[in-house]
């Protein structure tokens, strides 16, 4: 029986897996035990890295027995059956007060339905949203923690010994009871794809409009990257697009083939804000647009379809640049805001204690969605604690004033051309209906009253009514059905 030395466990060494228990193992007051289901991975993993001193098991027993109570261990398996049939297996081994950490991609249902049949075991379950991907894992990410208070207290030093450090602060935080961490990195995700979208957009335009190459558009975003638009995901495309194709010699993003897969996290974004009733159409369009691009069949037919009969050309590259970027930063800030506005929407259906500032914190390091104005995210909320509409703060409202007429050139400009832009374009439509006075939902109501006496409210007296529609006359049945 191995002695019970290790004061974290990981379940599963896949890539992730391996880095994030490389990771722990290299910070100081860490010992690690591994386990997987075939032990060749565990081996291999010890044998590669003696330096990390892990403590393998063969067997879940053993495994538990090498870890100090309470016991903590991460899983890192693939959601759904599997991860359902290591907590069962661990459950068989460990005992009340013992931790259980999903890493995974988890659908926050699942976590809160785990967390509470888990809970009556006397075990403590986490789900743990984890950002960064392989590198995050090894070198540090960010990561969002579900959970109880009661395994926050053990899990918490743990996982800051492993975070990402933004500004001195670990990028960690205990985010909320149950799901509310799977939920929060399901947002986070979400605003990934939007933020992609966006990119990719901006970049489709500038090729289009000016004909400049790859390689001279990846030293545009290289430039954008020292200003507001600093990111990593600006960093990254100016990596992507300097490449070059070592068996043809073309830009690589030119030989891959224009289908962008996903994982679902986008889908459950704007599945989850549809039933909670908050807009995130930018997140919505870029989830869509990876589902237009992989059906090749349908575009193949469709690309007979007639188009604008003029070339697409512009004639000052410099400000035709410039007003990208701009409708790329006015159209990050409408991602974010809906981002957080689900957040905060979650947060009240499900009855978690989420500080809106303190995720903006923990997604300044380690996080795919890591941003300069991530910081102003945060002293927005510093400031407004119960801030309604994210992009009203005062620095997010003077960039959209600044950006507000580059923002609607661009849009202009890729109806008039052809070019698809549905993120940008959301974004401004979204803009423009939250700003507006007066919308025209309330013609809607009238069709839902009229087909299916679904009633309305009126402007200028309290109740609800129903209005008698017959012919080319109406009657008013002014019910108050208060």
């Known amino acids: 029986m191995p002695e019970a030395s290790a004061n974290i466990g990981v379940v599963g060494l ?20 591994i386990f997987n289901r075939s032990y060749e991975k565990t081996e291999t993993l010890v044998s590669e890295h003696p330096e990390a001193g ?10 538990a027995d090498s870890l100090q109570k309470p016991r903590t261990a991460i899983i890192m398996v693939k959601a759904g059956g599997p991860t ?63 959970g109880s208070d009661e395994s926050w207290i053990t899990l918490g030093p743990i996982l800051k010994s492993i975070a990402a450090i933004a500004e001195g602060e670990p990028c960690v935080t205990h985010v909320g009871h149950d799901g509310a961490g799977h939920f929060v990195k399901m947002v986070h995700n979400g605003i990934e794809y939007a933020d992609m979208q966006l990119i990719a957009e901006a ?45 043809t010699g073309k830009p690589l993003v030119d030989v891959i083939l224009d289908q962008a897969g996903a994982k679902g996290t986008g889908a459950w974004t704007v599945q989850t804000a549809l039933s909670l009733g908050v807009p995130v159409s930018g997140i919505a369009e870029a989830t869509f647009a990876r589902s237009l691009s992989s059906h090749p069949e349908q575009r193949a037919v469709a690309g007979a379809l007639p188009g604008p009969d003029e070339e697409f050309t512009v004639t000052d590259e410099a400000a035709f640049i410039e007003d990208v970027r701009l409708a790329l ?13 689900e957040i905060r ?23 795919i969605i890591r941003a300069q104005f991530l910081n102003r995210i945060a002293d927005a909320y510093a400031e407004t604690p119960d801030l309604p509409v994210l992009m009203s703060a005062p620095y997010f409202a003077e960039a959209l004033t600044r950006g507000q007429a580059s923002w609607r050139r661009v849009v202009i400009a890729a109806a008039t051309a052809g070019i698809p832009a549905p993120a940008f374009s959301s974004s401004l439509s979204y803009y423009d209906g939250i700003r507006a006075d007066r919308l025209p939902a309330a013609l809607v109501q009238g069709q839902r009253d009229f087909f299916g006496a679904h009633t309305y409210k009126r402007i ?19 019910e108050d059905t208060h």
């Not at 699942?110 to 894992?137: H, L, M, P, W």
Request: aromatic share 10%; glycine share 12%.
């Open 54 to 63: 892990f403590i393998p098991a063969k067997t879940y027993r053993e495994f």
């Open 329 to 341: 930063y006015a159209s990050k800030i409408v991602a974010y805001s809906q981002g957080f506005d």
């Open 14 to 33: 896949a890539v992730m897996g391996s880095n994030l228990a490389r990771n722990l193992a290299s910070r100081e007051g860490n010992t690690v035990a």
């Open 84 to 146: 359902d049939a290591v907590i069962d297996s661990l459950l068989e081994v460990f005992e009340p007060g013992d931790i259980i950490v999903d890493g995974g991609n988890a659908y926050f249902p699942d976590t809160i339905r785990r967390e509470k049949a888990v809970r009556e075991t006397g075990v403590n379950f986490v789900g743990a949203g984890i950002s960064g991907g392989e590198e995050g894992a090894l070198t540090g990410p960010s990561i969002m923690p579900g």
């Open 345 to 367: 929407a979650g947060a009240a259906e499900y009855g978690w204690n989420i500080d809106l500032g303190a995720i903006s914190k923990i997604w300044r390091g380690g996080c």
């Open 203 to 247: 970049y489709d335009l500038i090729r289009r409009g000016t004909g400049k190459t790859p390689a001279e558009i990846a030293e545009i975003f290289a430039e954008w990257n020292t200003g507001e638009l600093e990111s990593y995901l600006i960093e990254i495309t100016a990596e992507v697009l300097r490449q070059v194709d070592a068996e």
């Open 460 to 478: 200028d007296k309290p109740g609800t009514f129903h209005t008698q529609w017959s012919g080319d006359r109406t009657e008013i049945e002014a």
